[in-house]
């Protein structure tokens, strides 16, 4: 199950897409990831890779970075540190309302993901990550796909990959995907938008806070969190909360050095 390959057609953006996260999905993706030919690319670079069996752990808990599987995530991000990064994860027919419930920001801190086609899943990566390890105008994003996929499905799934490795930025993303599917795009930058303005705001806030004082317990930081989140009026749920904590663990473990700029900015526009 494990695999790995890399495309590389000289200057240009760095793509990574992975696949084999947790569990078992690894028997899934590598579906994908193995016959995925790559004759889109023009230029830059396409890193391949999947990950045999490990247990599940959601990448929505820190824990799941300390784990081998989540540690080995971390590190090709490191050494590509991939413009355009995929995540390709698959789920069982019985988890489909769930994954998709409007709900779902209450449940697990992250909005629904959107479906394109053929029970192909769109959505951003775990905020843990999103915030910390990308710029603001990368393109890291999840497809999901089914367990046991139907030709239709592996098909749309070959499509939907070969136009975001064809495409050199988040842009050209967006536009060319947008053609393809209006309203789950439209979607998608409003969840974008959402995420930035609430959940990427206060990160921004609170860590520039642990900074500048000996700010660091958990129970505290969220207690600011909280109250910076109705002072400012912005929609934060507990679970979103609890993940902005958890965002800054990161952050502080990978990035100590950093001067309290981080990597979410916008100077790749
Ligand atoms: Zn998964």
Same mark, same amino acid.
């Given at each position: 199950m494990s695999f790995s390959r890399i495309i590389d057609r000289g200057k240009g953006p760095t793509r990574l897409f992975i696949g084999g996260? @947790? *569990? =078992?999905e690894g028997l899934t993706t590598i579906k994908i990831l193995k016959y995925f !030919? *790559? +004759? !889109?690319? =023009?230029d830059g670079k396409l890193v391949l890779h999947n990950f045999g069996e490990s247990s599940y752990v959601s990448t929505?808990? =820190?824990?799941y970075y300390t784990s081998n599987v989540g540690k080995k995530v971390l590190s090709l991000i490191k050494e590509y540190n991939p413009e355009i990064y995929l995540e390709l994860h698959s789920y069982k027919p019985e988890s489909y309302h769930k994954l998709t419930a409007e709900d779902r920001r209450e449940e697990t801190g992250v909005p629904p993901l959107i479906e394109l086609e053929e029970g192909i899943l769109m959505g951003s990566i775990s905020p843990l990550i999103r915030i +910390? $390890? $990308? @710029? =603001? @105008?990368d393109f890291p994003f999840i497809l999901e796909i089914p367990s046991n996929p139907s030709k239709k499905s592996l098909k749309v799934c070959l499509e939907i990959l070969n136009l975001v490795a064809g495409s050199r930025d988040r842009n050209e993303i967006l536009e060319k995907l947008g053609r393809k599917y209006p309203s789950a795009v439209k979607k998608a930058r409003i969840y974008f938008i959402e995420f930035s303005d609430n959940i990427v705001s206060i990160f921004q806030k609170a860590l520039k806070k642990m900074k500048n004082t000996k700010f660091r317990d958990p129970n505290f930081i969220k207690d600011y969190i909280t109250n910076e989140a109705s002072v400012r009026g912005l929609s934060i749920t507990e679970k979103q909360a609890d993940q902005i904590v958890q965002a800054l663990s990161v952050y502080q473990e990978h990035f100590p050095d950093s001067d309290g700029g981080i990597s979410w900015r916008d100077d790749k526009v």
């Open positions: 996260v @947790h *569990g =078992k !030919s *790559g +004759t !889109s690319i =023009k929505l808990e =820190k824990r +910390t $390890f $990308f @710029h =603001k @105008h």
